[in-house]
Every structure is written in structure tokens, then in C-alpha cells.
């Protein structure tokens, strides 16, 4: 299992990122997957998890981040997508993906996790 996060950076308060995952070594499309952070001096925490198909994808979100993420996969790019609007400086953090256990739409014990990519907001 292969998964490598993109995307971070820098951001000002109220602008816009969108992270991307491209996940390997796996059938992407059978599995849920999730976004976590880590923020300098604290654990780990679940942020999103979208469902696996086929048909309609579920996406849930821990609720501070609610209303301003989305989440989205491209199953035929096994490719995973975080858009983050209204960003804010408490968002900043190693951002990763992660992969679920079999059958379930996790937010925790994933199974497999990406090295992160990191985004600071700040202004």
C-alpha cells in the first residue's frame, strides 16, 4: 500500500487548498478512505472519511471543519481529494490519508497512512 499526499502549503485566513492523495498497492475503490491531521504538539485527528462504492459516496466530517471541507474520489484515478475553503489558523497541521479497514468507513485504526503533507495558515 502506497499513499502520497500533495497539495499543502501556505494559506492566509479565508483562502482556499486542495489536497490530493494518490493511493497504490491496493483496489482503491473497494475501501474507505479518511483524512487526518496532527497539529505541532498534539494527536492525531480524524478530520473526513468518504465512503466506498459503487453508486453514491458518503463523506463525513469532524465537526469543526463542517460546512467548510469537502471531500471527493476519482476511483478511476485511485486518487483522493480534500478541498478546504475558509481556512483558518487552527486547520494548520501534517494533513494525511488514510486508508480504512475492509468494509467499514472508519475514523480511526486505519490500516495504512501517507507521510503527510503539511499546511500552515497564518496571516
Known amino acids: 500500500v502506497q499513499l502520497v499526499e500533495s497539495g499543502g502549503g501556505m494559506a492566509q485566513p479565508g483562502e482556499s487548498l486542495r489536497l490530493s492523495c494518490e493511493a497504490s498497492?491496493?483496489?482503491?475503490?473497494?475501501?474507505?478512505m479518511s483524512w487526518a491531521r496532527q497539529a505541532p504538539g498534539k494527536e492525531l485527528e480524524w478530520v473526513s472519511t468518504?465512503?466506498?462504492?459503487?453508486?453514491?459516496?458518503?463523506?463525513y466530517f469532524t465537526p469543526s471543519v463542517q460546512g467548510r471541507f469537502s471531500m471527493s474520489r476519482d476511483d478511476a484515478k485511485n486518487t483522493l481529494y480534500l478541498q478546504m475553503n475558509s481556512l483558518k489558523t487552527e486547520d494548520t497541521g501534517m494533513y494525511y490519508c488514510a486508508k480504512c479497514p475492509p468494509a467499514i468507513a472508519c475514523v480511526r485504526n486505519w490500516t495504512d497512512r501517507g507521510q503527510g503533507t503539511q499546511v500552515t495558515v497564518s496571516s
Open positions: 498497492g491496493f483496489t482503491f475503490s473497494n475501501f474507505s
Open positions: 468518504i465512503s466506498f462504492g459503487p453508486g453514491s459516496y458518503y463523506a
